[in-house]
């Protein structure tokens, strides 16, 4: 008769035998300590980082033991220093066995089969964060609930779920497939996390046009374009043809950065050496390279040398950009056009209409597990509102200035700079610097746009607590860092 013991603490594993003279040595086969489970289990379980001791043990134990074939002729007798070791050992494996080996993530077939739900079901109603939950205690998700996960997380923004299913899906059978990778870009894309993306990106051994096309737009909407046009590089070095879409994402990205030289550039070797026919996507494109710099002039000389008729979209355009950068004498002539060209339209802008029904400012803050919100009603108290008050002195001595234009309402300057500073952007970002560990990004989601006085307070705020700060308003991201934005003071 064989017993095995495992110490927790040394790594070792100790066999102490105790054999009967005269009998055969039985077969390592008869002596599994691991009988076949009824149900097989999900092998993409994580090891959970509190039992990762254990976790390496329970999946190596077994070979351990087979490597091991010393055998005693006779029974030695145990001493005080092993006698101490079995103590230790019992003890740690009843610890072990009452903490039942933090049955989320191991995957043991002793504890029995799986939960049996319906993931997909789950997906269906929202609950992507128990199916996460489930996915962790063994249950097996097949390609469409990955699908389901995945899109979920995009849409929800929800950047540690997504990151766990991502773990998950590193463990699956389907962890090299090209459509599951691009989802998965896609998701870090819009919660903006491009870092991840590009890891995701990098490891894939099979990429399309598609896995290109959305790196470099990832990279254009959140303001990092620059790293788009190397990736455009990077793609034309590998020998792979660019179509149409690739050069609307070019464009967007070089809009990104406020390049208009490369944009130009772009637009005339897509022409030229391509031999691709520009649609009005790509004249469009080009107009908002023209106007995020602030180049009107030029964007409407090359409205007049477009080889069709300007549709009202174009002028549309043209006419936003000249409000953004305050040419009101353009944004007359461009009303002008758009009269003679759709009047109908221009009509109804001059129609008036009721006010639209004010809705309150929200917040999410994504921390670690979880996700708090902030509005900017209710009474002024809590840390958060201390820290912004501490925030705000800072703030001034570093030169910032409250923009009081941004407030509507028909009250004294002191009042609307008491009303600036406390904004629902703030105070999440105030509640985040004093419930996360420092140099920790802090990501907000906002439901509204975000206001020009608070977009030039965040920068400041970047600035002091030495943080990158990532906001989403319902136009884009803005990644605050440095004293700097990555939108360029441009959204």
Known sequence: MASLISLQGSGNSIIASHLRPRRAPQPLAQLSLNPTPSK????????????????????????????????????????LQSQSNRKKSHSNEQKMNGDKLNNENVS?????????????????????????????????????????????????????????????????????????NNKLIGMYGRCGSMRDARRVFD???????????????????NGQGNYGLLLFEEMRKAGLQPNGKTFVFLLAACASVEVVEEGLMYFNLMKNEY????????????????????????????????????????????????????????????????????PSK??????????????????????????????????????GYEKLKGLNGQMREAGYVPDTRYVLH??????????????SERLAIAYGLISTPPRTTLRIIKNLRICGDCHNAIKIMSRIVGRELIVRDNKRFHHFKDGKCSCGDYW
């Open 410 to 423: 028909d009250i004294d300057e002191e009042a609307k700079e008491q009303a600036l500073q406390y904004h």
């Open 203 to 221: 490891r894939m051994r099979e990429r399309n046009m598609c896995s290109w096309h959305l790196m470099i737009n990832g990279y254009a909407v």
């Open 346 to 383: 221009a009509i109804a802008d001059k129609i008036q209409i009721p006010p639209r029904k004010k809705h309150s400012a929200t917040n999410m803050l994504e921390e670690k597990n979880r996700v708090s919100e902030h509005r900017s009603t209710g009474s002024y108290k809590g840390e």
């Open 108 to 180: 043991n077939p002793l504890r029995g089969d799986p939960p049996n739900v319906d993931l997909m079901g789950l997906c269906e109603e929202g609950k992507v964060e128990q199916v996460v939950e489930y996915m962790g205690q063994g249950v097996c998700a097949d390609y469409g609930v990955f699908c389901a996960l995945l899109d979920s997380c995009g849409d929800s923004k929800s950047l540690q779920v997504g990151r766990r299913v991502n773990e998950f899906l590193k463990r699956s059978p389907f962890r090299g497939d090209v459509e599951l």
């Open 275 to 342: 031999g691709i026919v520009p649609g009005i996507e790509h004249y469009l494109g080009v107009i908002d390279v023209f106007g995020t710099s602030g180049h009107l002039n030029e964007a409407e000389e090359f409205i007049g040398k477009m080889p069709f008729e300007p549709t009202a979209e174009v002028w549309e355009a043209l006419r936003n950009y000249a409000r953004i950068h305050g040419d009101i004498e353009l944004e007359d002539h461009v009303d002008e056009l758009l009269v003679s060209l759709d």
């Open 40 to 79: 097989p289990l999900c092998t993409y379980a994580l090891p959970n980082a509190n039992n990762s001791k254990a976790y390496r043990r329970n999946s190596g134990g077994v070979s351990h033991r087979q490597s091991t074939n010393t055998q005693y002729k006779s029974p030695p007798e145990p001493s």
